[in-house]
């Protein structure tokens, strides 16, 4: 297996073995991160009436979210 050799920041570096698994080794951690789905496999694979359900949940749990962050930060300015 031919290798290369790369230099990055420390700071890049400290992101990279964050995401590195136990027994993962860097050359994995990056064609791991870096293995792009393509997402239009996907078109089409929900009906309507499920999409829209699924839409309203994500939609609810923004909103929830945003809430939360709120009162959060009200809480916290008081």
């Not at 590195?20 to 997402?39: A, H, P």
């Amino acid at each position: 297996m031919a290798t290369k050799t790369i230099s990055i920041t420390v700071d890049a570096y400290k992101r990279l073995a964050s995401s590195k698994m136990e027994r993962e080794s860097f050359s994995q951690v990056i064609c791991r991160l870096t293995n792009k789905t393509d997402l239009t496999k996907f078109a089409g694979i929900l009906s309507k009436k499920t999409a829209a359900t699924m839409e309203k949940a994500v939609q609810a749990s923004r909103a929830a979210g945003l809430a939360r962050s709120r009162a959060l930060m009200e809480g916290l300015q008081q």
